[in-house]
Nanobody, 117 residues
């Protein structure tokens, strides 16, 4: 059973930085695709950034140039470095792992990011 545990969320002032981590267990990980999503109340969950097993990254336009997704296959961990945070970045952030062999998605429980003015 794949399990994902996010950490690193918290309260930060606008313009500040946070790094989110998502540790996986129960998967091969190195062959799987990973992504970070975020959701605010009343809105759909949206893709923030993704990284393939080969290291190809993709970002939402709203975070390009400010956020960086990376992965450490040895630690089975995916990261989201968030710089120049804005109040509109405040959300519950989730990591997702897509098992390459099956196409099945697994989600973490989420970590809250709050950005104050």
């Amino acid at each position: 059973q794949v399990q994902l545990v996010e950490s690193g969320g918290g309260l930060v002032q606008a313009g500040g930085s946070l790094t989110l981590s998502c540790a996986a267990s129960g998967s091969i990980f190195s062959v799987d695709d990973l992504a970070w999503y975020r959701q605010t109340p009343g809105k759909q969950r949206e893709l923030v950034a993704s990284i393939t097993r080969g290291g190809t990254t993709n970002y939402a336009d709203s975070v390009k140039g400010r956020f960086t997704i990376s992965r450490d296959n040895a630690k089975k961990t995916v990261y989201l470095q968030m710089n120049s945070l804005k109040p509109e970045d405040a959300a519950l952030y989730y990591c997702k792992l897509t098992v390459r062999l099956t196409g099945h998605d697994y989600w973490g429980q989420g970590t809250q990011v709050t950005v104050s003015l």
